[in-house]
């Protein structure tokens, strides 16, 4: 009996292993690493730079939002960017082809890794561009390194506490067992069955771009470590925008913040209405008609209202 338990333990391991390879491997495979690891403080940070050095407007650093990585943001913006300045993709601590470090769900935590990798490029004067939870990422790098900035655009971002809790999945992932065999066994099943319908759901009203899926690289959120970074990214969100959200007043850099009024993942009453009239001087563009993945489906308005703060004539849509 107990030689058949053994057996049936180990058959199940080597199943875990087995699928969760896969899935690794899969993914991987479609979508490789497209930038280059920069060391920061003993992680590895993978980031992709794009543009001329020597261009006249300021470099851009453009940070993704939750489940998503640096190709998200590559085949919208930066690509649109990178014809006349340098533009710099970070994939998040944990995510992509990040490594992650202690504490790495925490705003600051990555914001300071993010800088790292600004540093290591030598850009001066950045202006940076965060999306939803990249947002939040983006007013913690703007706390902590507004001087060295010279401007902030959120888009969708994610600022103030809200109502409400979060997915089943990301919850469940952050229990002990649980979330372990959640990540190995369901989420490379389940995710890759449900991924289409999250990407039509977050740009709904919008229609996502053709071969969105495969260009982004969504599969790579599937792979256990992954997943495990995303799911407590957005299982502790709530409690780190709580310790910033008192202090946006601080902030006295340019800021332009835009968002869709179809917006139904990130709520633009709670989050950049109210934002709006914490900044001092701050714009906001509603965009009508639009959903959460706006720097898709409205990347000219997008970087007219980025090279309109660069210009110092940000005026409020």
Not at 23 to 43: C, F, I, K, L, S
Not at 191 to 220: T, W
Not at 299 to 306: F, G, N, S, W
Request: hydrophobic content about 40%; some cysteine.
């Amino acid at each position: 009996m107990r030689v058949i338990t053994y057996l049936l333990l180990g058959g199940l391991l080597f199943a875990i292993a087995g699928l969760s390879g896969c899935a690794t491997w899969n993914a991987e495979r479609n979508a490789p690493m497209v930038g280059e690891w920069v060391d920061v403080n003993g992680e590895r940070i993978h980031v992709f730079a794009a543009g001329p050095r020597d261009g006249a407007k300021p470099p851009v650093v453009l940070i993704h939002g939750a489940s998503a990585n640096l190709r998200d943001m590559q085949m919208s913006l930066g690509e649109a960017l990178s014809g006349d300045r340098f533009v710099l993709m970070v994939d998040r601590p944990g995510r992509g082809y990040s490594e992650r470090p202690k504490n790495g769900h925490e705003l600051e935590v990555q914001a300071r890794y993010i800088n790292g990798a600004v540093k290591f490029y030598g850009l001066e004067k950045p202006l940076v561009v965060g999306q939803s939870l990249g947002g939040a990422v983006a007013l913690s790098y703007a706390l902590q390194y507004q001087d060295e900035m010279s401007g902030l655009v959120l888009l969708a971002p994610v600022s103030h506490e809200w109502p409400g809790g979060i997915s089943w999945y990301n919850s469940a992932s952050q229990i002990p067992v649980i979330g372990f065999f959640l990540r190995q066994l369901v989420i490379p099943v389940y995710g890759q069955l449900a991924a289409k319908d999250g990407v039509e759901e977050s740009f709904s009203p919008d229609v996502a771009p053709e071969n969105y899926y495969e260009r982004s690289g969504l599969a790579l959120l599937f792979r256990p470590k992954d997943f495990k970074s995303n799911a407590a990214d957005i299982a502790n969100l709530k409690d780190e925008i709580k310790k910033q959200q008192d202090r946006y007043n601080e902030l006295k850099l340019p800021v332009a913040i835009v968002t869709g009024t179809e917006d139904t993942t990130v709520s633009p009453d709670i989050h950049s209405k109210t934002l709006v009239m914490e900044i001092d001087g701050a714009t906001l563009t509603l965009l009508p008609d639009t959903g959460h993945a706006l720097h898709h489906s409205e990347t000219e308005k997008i970087l007219e209202v980025i090279d309109s703060l660069v210009a110092g004539d940000a005026t409020t849509l």
